[in-house]
């Protein structure tokens, strides 16, 4: 049955996402002389995102806490990740961020072309000059009032536990004296694992936005520790909120 729907889902919401692009497409055209970084662009995608987020009846989905980010703020975003729907779920916080993105993904149809349209950042993890460019761009987008967005275990976990962080978002959030803002994603790699595409039925998706953590509270000037630090706070807060404490 799971291999059926799967099947439904897939005909249904790929096609969907293909008849949207052309308007995405026309937005971007339209708002690309007034719309240099892209706000309005990003904001059409983040609505499209809680459509599709809570139309698919394969999930309930459950936000807790989305008002922690103060309007105006901009923050380093921080997040687990469990599935490619962590991007899809995410996006539904209607945030205002750039995502920082795999080169990998600029490359696959559609998805890259949305990726270049709303202005998101691509890296190639094993070339320290696009880590580097990377950075500079993450910095100017803090600078100009857009907050970053990105999965610190660098891929999806395949046991749906909290892998090591890499030091890029805590080295940003650093230079920039900006806050870190944590958030907890669980039951997406339930739905649809790691290298998956047959989606399970019944799970519930939970996210939960933690407080910010601004940078006279981090403790150290050690990237390294602070990795570490963030990432026992998402992973204890992951287990109080699969226990039912939270």
Known sequence: M???????????CLPLAGLLFPVSL???FITFPVDPEKRIIHRWFTWQCVFFAYAVPLWKLR??????????????IISNHQSTLDVLMLGSLRYSFRWISKIEN???????????????????????????????KSVESLRKGISIMIFPEGTRSTDLEIGPFR????????????PVL??????????L???????SRGHNIRIKVLDPVHPGSFGTSDPEELAGKFRNLLADELHRMRDGLQ
């Open 2 to 12: 799971d291999v059926l729907i799967s099947c439904l889902v897939w005909f249904v």
């Open 26 to 28: 026309l937005i971007w």
């Open 63 to 76: 936000i807790e806490g989305r008002n922690k980010a103060a309007r105006g703020t901009r923050y380093v």
């Open 106 to 136: 600029f490359r696959v149809p559609v998805i890259g072309w949305y990726l270049r349209m709303a202005k998101y950042i691509t890296v190639d993890r094993g070339n320290k000059e696009s880590k580097a460019e990377m950075m500079e």
């Open 167 to 178: 030091l890029g978002a805590f080295q940003l959030a650093m230079m920039t004296d900006k």
């Open 182 to 191: 944590p958030i907890v994603i669980d039951g997406t790699g339930g739905v």
């Open 193 to 199: 694992p790691k290298h998956g595409v047959i989606f």
